[in-house]
Structure formats: C-alpha cells, structure tokens
C-alpha cells in the first residue's frame, strides 16, 4: 500500500483495517436497506473520524490510489465517519477492482454473493471473485470454485470448480483441501467419486491445520485399503 497519509496517521488506520473490521462493516451494511441508506456513524476512537485522515483519504482515492479507492468505499457503504453513500461507495470499489486491487474485488465478490445485501447478485459475485482468483487470492478461489460446483450466478462448470478449490488449496487455504476431500469422497455436485483421492485431500488438510479432518480421514481409513 502506497503511503499516502502521515506515518502516524497510516499506523493508526492500519490497526483498524484488519479482516475483523471488514467482516464488522460488511455484516451492518447488509442489514441497511438503501432508502435508508443516510446515516453517519462517528465512533471518536476510530482514526477515520479525525478530519486530517479523512481528507488525506480521500485525497488519495481521487489521485487514482486503489487502497485508499477501497478504503473510502468502504467508510461510504457503512456510514462510518462520513454520510452513508452506497452508490458512490461501491463506484470507488468497482473502479478500484478494475484497476487490479484484488482487495477491492474481493469485497465486491462477498457483497453480491450475500442474500441479505440489497443489490445481490450472483452473476456479479461470481465475475469479481475470478477477479480476485486470478489475483492470486484463496480466499476468492474458493468462494468462486463454490459457485462454479453449485451453478451459482451461471452454469455448473465441474472441471474449473475442481480446478479453483485445487488452486486454493494447492496455497495453504485447508478447508478447501477438506472440501475436496467431501466432494469425492461423496460425489457432490457430479464430481467423481473417489475414496482414495478423497483420502489424499484430507490428510493435506490435516497437515495445513484442519482439525476436522482427522475425523474425516479416519472414518473412511475404515472403509478403505488405500492407507
């Protein structure tokens, strides 16, 4: 991320910008209907209320920086600091997520994919997670080789599902490694059933941190000669 505020001031919006904060601002939006979308939160710890830092930000989101484009649409979609704004919120993301920031899409992805936002819409979801996927995010992999399997948002595309939760999975993401691990071991969503591999992805996942493999592995060593 460039620095395109103070080092004081960064430091302190780095501590708020976490994944906590964002997962927090995306489950309160969800709940806010559109017409009434016209509040502004204000919370005096937060570092964003502070005039300097919003202004810095906003500043940098029109000088074409993708975090701060991210950062601003997020602060708009919530109403945190400054006027609730949901229209010009998701402008800065989706020129962002256009630009490459592969955060920005992400968001977006998780946006449209939510039942609960007002503007849901898979199609949408599924185009910005593949945004973020081929950004390299795992995150976005799995989500997108999700709704690749179930035909969400478009047709049932088995092989690149496959493909995209293997992507994941191949970088660390173990609960994808346990998917796959599900998907063959039972066949869902049309995919081959093989106990063997099903097996292999499971002891993967174990080895990356997923607990709820052992159990998982265990059942089918039972069943099977192939351990």
Request: overall charge positive.
């Given at each position: 991320m460039k620095l395109f505020i103070?080092?004081?001031?960064?430091?302190?919006?780095?501590?708020?910008?976490?994944?906590?904060?964002?997962?927090?601002?995306?489950?309160?939006?969800?709940?806010?209907?559109?017409?009434?979308?016209?509040?502004?939160?204000?919370?005096?710890?937060?570092?964003?209320?502070?005039?300097?830092?919003?202004t810095a930000l906003k500043l940098a989101a029109k000088e074409g920086n993708n975090a701060a484009r991210s950062e601003l649409g997020l602060l708009l979609l919530h109403g945190h600091c400054i006027k609730q704004d949901v229209e010009a919120g998701l402008s800065h993301l989706i020129t962002a997520s256009k630009d490459g920031h592969t955060a920005s899409a992400l968001i977006l992805g998780e946006l449209y994919a939510n039942n609960a936002f007002p503007l849901f819409n898979p199609s949408f979801a599924r185009q910005y997670f593949l945004v973020a996927a081929k950004n390299g995010s795992a995150q976005a992999q799995h989500k997108l080789g999700?709704?690749?399997?179930?035909?969400?948002?478009?047709?049932?595309?088995?092989?690149?599902?496959?493909?995209?939760?293997?992507?994941?999975?191949?970088?660390?993401?173990?609960?994808?490694?346990?998917?796959?691990?599900?998907?063959?071991?039972?066949?869902?969503?049309?995919?081959?059933?093989?106990?063997?591999?099903?097996g292999d992805w499971y002891e993967a996942g174990l080895l990356m941190g997923a607990s709820m493999a052992h159990?998982?592995?265990?059942?089918?060593?039972?069943?099977?000669?192939c351990f």
């Open positions: 103070g080092s004081q001031q960064r430091n302190a919006i780095q501590k708020v910008i976490t994944v906590g904060l964002l997962v927090v601002i995306l489950i309160q939006f969800f709940a806010v209907s559109l017409h009434a979308a016209t509040s502004t939160t204000r919370d005096p710890n937060s570092p964003y209320c502070k005039p300097t830092v919003l999700l709704m690749l399997l179930r035909g969400e948002g478009g047709g049932i595309v088995v092989e690149t599902g496959l493909y995209w939760l293997t992507t994941a999975a191949s970088q660390g993401d173990a609960f994808s490694a346990v998917v796959l691990g599900m998907l063959h071991q039972r066949g869902y969503f049309g995919v081959p059933k093989n106990i063997c591999l099903a159990d998982l592995l265990e059942k089918i060593s039972k069943s099977t000669d």
